[in-house]
């Protein structure tokens, strides 16, 4: 049964940092595109970043280039998503993505297979 599950969210005032974790389980990791989204209250979900499997390629959103970076650690089954230079605006739960057998970079949340539950990142200002 595949599984994600993120943590490291919580509260932190605007210009702090947080890196949120998601543990894969269920034997799709090592051959997974994996991304991060967010949904804000009464919006949509939307792209943050992705990774490919070999974690030599990334794509971050341009609303949070310079300050958010995905990376994988394929022997820890673990993808992260440090956020740094917080905003008020980056208030979400944010969600952790798998498209097992996919390749490349995928930004477009209906090709991702699997999703986690989401952890809160709360930017106070």
């Known amino acids: 049964q595949v599984q994600l599950v993120e943590s490291g969210g919580g509260l932190v005032q605007a210009g702090g940092s947080l890196r949120l974790s998601c543990a894969a389980s269920g034997g799709i990791f090592s051959n997974s595109v994996m991304g991060w989204f967010r949904q804000a209250p009464g919006k949509e979900r939307e792209f943050v970043a992705t990774?490919?499997?070999?974690?030599?390629?990334?794509y971050v959103a341009e609303s949070v280039t310079g300050r958010f970076t995905i990376s994988r650690d394929n022997a820890k089954n673990t993808v992260y998503l440090q956020l740094s230079s917080l905003k008020p605006e980056d208030t979400a739960v944010y969600y952790c993505?798998?498209?097992?057998?996919?390749?490349?970079?995928?930004?477009?949340?209906?090709?991702?297979?699997?999703w986690g539950q989401g952890t809160q990142v709360t930017v106070s200002s």
């Open positions: 990774v490919n499997w070999s974690n030599d390629d990334t």
């Open positions: 993505a798998a498209a097992p057998k996919k390749l490349g970079l995928i930004v477009l949340r209906n090709l991702y297979d699997y």
